[in-house]
C-alpha cells in the first residue's frame, strides 16, 4: 500500500468537494456533552460552618423548587442527543459512499450521498447504536470504580479504596487498546455496510476479519491518521485563535470607545462569524479523515505486484 498516496488522494477528495464537510459534521462516532461542576477553595473558611448533611438537604431543596425546569431540560438535551445521533447514521453512510464514489472518479453529489445515507441508515444506526452500549458500558463500569474509590477515600475505609482504585486503574489500562480496536472495527464496519451492502453484523464480523488479516496494514494506517489528524487540527486550532486576537481587539477598542453595549455588539457579530468558520474547518478536518478511511478501505486487501522483469528469456 501507497500510504502517502492516500492521504494525499483523500486530502485532495475532501478539498474539492466540500459538501463532505457538512456531512462530516454530523457523522461523528460519538458526541460527548460535558457539564463541570467547580467550587472555589477560596469560599471553604465561609462555609466550613455547614455539615454534608446540611448541603444536602439545600442541594434537595433547590432540585424540589426546580423539578420542573430540569425535567424540562433534562428532556430537551435528551431528545436532541437522540436526533442527533439518528442523523449521524445517515450522514455517517452519506459520507462513506461519498468518499468513495469521488475516489472512484464517478460523478456524485450531496443529493446522491443523502439518498445513499438513507438506504443504508438501519444497519449502520444498529453498529453505532452497538458502538455507543459497548463505550458506554465500560465508561459506567470505570467510572463507578473510581465514585468507589473516592468514597471509600473519604469514609476512611482505605483497603477497599486503594483495591478499587487499582482495579479500577487495570481496566482503564486495559480499555485502551480495546477502544483502539474496536474504534477502528466500527470505522471500517460503516464502510463494509455501506460499499458492500451488508447487514450490522455482518458488516461487524467482515471489520473485525480484515483487521486481523490485514493487521500491519490497519495499524500503520491508524498511526498515520492519528498524527495527520493532530496536525490538521492543531493547524486549524492555531489559525482559529490568530483570528480571535483582532475579534478581541475590535471588541476592547468598542468598549473603550462607546461602552459595553457597543463591545458586545462587537464582539457577538464577529464571534458569530468565527464560530461559523470554526465550525467549518472542524467539519473539513473530519471530511479528511473519513476519507482517509474509505479510500483506505478500499485498498487494504490489494496486493502487492511483482516487479515486472525485461530481462530477456535464455533461448
Same mark, same amino acid.
Given at each position: 500500500?501507497?500510504?502517502?498516496?492516500?492521504?494525499?488522494?483523500?486530502?485532495?477528495?475532501?478539498?474539492?468537494?466540500?459538501?463532505?464537510?457538512?456531512?462530516?459534521?454530523?457523522?461523528?462516532?460519538?458526541?460527548?456533552?460535558?457539564?463541570?461542576?467547580?467550587?472555589?477553595?477560596?469560599?471553604?473558611?465561609?462555609?466550613?460552618?455547614?455539615?454534608?448533611?446540611?448541603?444536602?438537604?439545600?442541594?434537595?431543596?433547590?432540585?424540589?423548587?426546580?423539578?420542573?425546569?430540569?425535567?424540562?431540560?433534562?428532556?430537551?438535551?435528551?431528545?436532541?442527543?437522540?436526533?442527533?445521533?439518528?442523523?449521524?447514521?445517515?450522514?455517517?453512510?452519506?459520507?462513506?459512499?461519498?468518499?468513495?464514489?469521488?475516489?472512484?472518479?464517478?460523478?456524485?453529489?450531496?443529493?446522491?450521498?443523502?439518498?445513499?445515507?438513507?438506504?443504508?441508515?438501519?444497519? &449502520? %444506526?444498529? =453498529?453505532?447504536?452497538?458502538? #455507543?452500549? !459497548?463505550?458506554?458500558?465500560? /465508561? @459506567? *463500569?470505570? +467510572?463507578?470504580?473510581?465514585?468507589?474509590?473516592?468514597?471509600?477515600?473519604?469514609?476512611?475505609?482505605?483497603?477497599?479504596?486503594?483495591?478499587?482504585?487499582?482495579?479500577?486503574? &487495570? %481496566?482503564? =489500562?486495559?480499555?485502551?487498546? #480495546?477502544? !483502539?480496536?474496536?474504534?477502528? /472495527? @466500527? *470505522?471500517? +464496519?460503516?464502510?463494509?455496510?455501506?460499499?458492500?451492502?451488508?447487514?450490522?453484523?455482518?458488516?461487524?464480523?467482515?471489520?473485525?476479519?480484515?483487521?486481523?488479516?490485514?493487521?500491519?496494514?490497519?495499524?500503520?494506517?491508524?498511526?498515520?491518521? !492519528?498524527?495527520?489528524?493532530?496536525?490538521?487540527?492543531?493547524?486549524?486550532?492555531?489559525?482559529?485563535?490568530?483570528?480571535?486576537?483582532?475579534?478581541?481587539?475590535?471588541?476592547?477598542?468598542?468598549?473603550?470607545?462607546?461602552?459595553?453595549?457597543?463591545?458586545?455588539?462587537?464582539?457577538?457579530?464577529?464571534?458569530?462569524?468565527?464560530?461559523?468558520?470554526?465550525?467549518?474547518?472542524?467539519?473539513?478536518?473530519?471530511?479528511?479523515?473519513?476519507?482517509?478511511?474509505?479510500?483506505?478501505?478500499?485498498?487494504?486487501?490489494?496486493?502487492?505486484?511483482?516487479?515486472?522483469?525485461?530481462?530477456?528469456?535464455?533461448?
Amino acid at each position: 500500500m501507497d500510504y502517502l498516496q492516500i492521504l494525499t488522494r483523500a486530502l485532495a477528495i475532501s478539498w474539492r468537494h466540500k459538501y463532505l464537510w457538512l456531512l462530516a459534521l454530523f457523522a461523528g462516532e460519538a458526541t460527548t456533552i460535558g457539564t463541570t461542576f467547580q467550587t472555589g477553595s477560596s469560599s471553604r473558611n465561609s462555609h466550613s460552618n455547614l455539615s454534608g448533611q446540611a448541603v444536602w438537604s439545600q442541594l434537595t431543596n433547590w432540585v424540589g423548587a426546580h423539578a420542573a425546569l430540569l425535567w424540562t431540560i433534562g428532556i430537551t438535551v435528551a431528545l436532541l442527543c437522540v436526533a442527533l445521533f439518528v442523523l449521524s447514521a445517515v450522514a455517517n453512510g452519506a459520507l462513506v459512499k461519498g468518499g468513495a464514489e469521488h475516489d472512484a472518479e464517478r460523478p456524485f453529489g450531496l443529493r446522491q450521498a443523502w439518498s445513499a445515507g438513507v438506504r443504508s441508515f438501519w444497519p &449502520v %444506526l444498529g =453498529l453505532k447504536f452497538f458502538a #455507543f452500549i !459497548v463505550f458506554a458500558s465500560l /465508561a @459506567i *463500569v470505570i +467510572g463507578g470504580l473510581g465514585l468507589m474509590t473516592i468514597v471509600f477515600g473519604a469514609s476512611g475505609a482505605v483497603g477497599a479504596a486503594v483495591a478499587t482504585g487499582l482495579l479500577a486503574g &487495570v %481496566l482503564l =489500562l486495559a480499555a485502551i487498546p #480495546f477502544f !483502539v480496536v474496536f474504534g477502528v /472495527a @466500527i *470505522v471500517l +464496519g460503516v464502510r463494509v455496510i455501506v460499499l458492500e451492502g451488508k447487514g450490522a453484523s455482518d458488516g461487524f464480523r467482515t471489520a473485525l476479519s480484515l483487521i486481523w488479516r490485514r493487521r500491519g496494514r490497519v495499524a500503520l494506517f491508524w498511526l498515520l491518521v !492519528v498524527v495527520a489528524g493532530i496536525v490538521a487540527a492543531t493547524v486549524v486550532g492555531l489559525g482559529l485563535v490568530v483570528a480571535a486576537v483582532p475579534i478581541v481587539a475590535l471588541a476592547a477598542a468598542a468598549y473603550f470607545a462607546g461602552g459595553w453595549l457597543l463591545a458586545l455588539a462587537t464582539g457577538l457579530g464577529f464571534g458569530a462569524a468565527w464560530l461559523i468558520v470554526a465550525v467549518t474547518l472542524v467539519g473539513g478536518v473530519n471530511a479528511f479523515t473519513s476519507t482517509c478511511w474509505t479510500v483506505a478501505y478500499r485498498r487494504f486487501d490489494l496486493q502487492t505486484q511483482p516487479a515486472v522483469s525485461t530481462q530477456p528469456q535464455p533461448a
